[in-house]
């Protein structure tokens, strides 16, 4: 049964930054994509960022030049580097896990995490 179990959300002023983690277990696939999107209220869900087991990434152009997305192989974790954060980024964050090939639409993934909110006040 996989598992993924995000934290790191909190409150930040405007031009901050957080770090969100993933914790996955009971993953088997060396050939796999993680991810990690987002849902404001009223809002659909959309996806930030993705990285594939082969080490290729992929981010949202709101967020490029802002955030990184990483992943720590040896502790099963996977990371999003926040930087100058602003409001717009207010929103419930989701770690994902899928087979094979990455894409940047939450319908394609099966696997969530529970989501951490980031709030960024002006």
């Known amino acids: 049964q996989v598992q993924l179990v995000e934290s790191g959300g909190g409150s930040v002023q405007a031009g901050g930054s957080l770090t969100l983690s993933c914790a996955a277990s009971?993953?088997?696939?060396?050939?796999?994509?993680m991810g990690w999107f987002r849902q404001a209220p009223g809002k659909e869900r959309e996806g930030v960022a993705t990285i594939h087991s082969g080490g290729v990434t992929s981010l949202t152009d709101s967020v490029k030049g802002r955030f990184t997305i990483s992943k720590d192989n040896a502790k099963n974790t996977l990371y999003l580097q926040m930087n100058s954060l602003n409001p717009e980024d207010t929103a419930v964050y989701y770690c994902?896990?899928?087979?094979?090939?990455?894409?940047?639409?939450?319908?394609?993934?099966?696997?969530w995490g529970q989501g951490t909110q980031v709030t960024v006040s002006s």
């Open positions: 994902a896990a899928k087979r094979n090939w990455c894409y940047l639409s939450s319908s394609a993934f099966n696997y």
């Open positions: 009971g993953y088997t696939s060396s050939n796999y994509c």
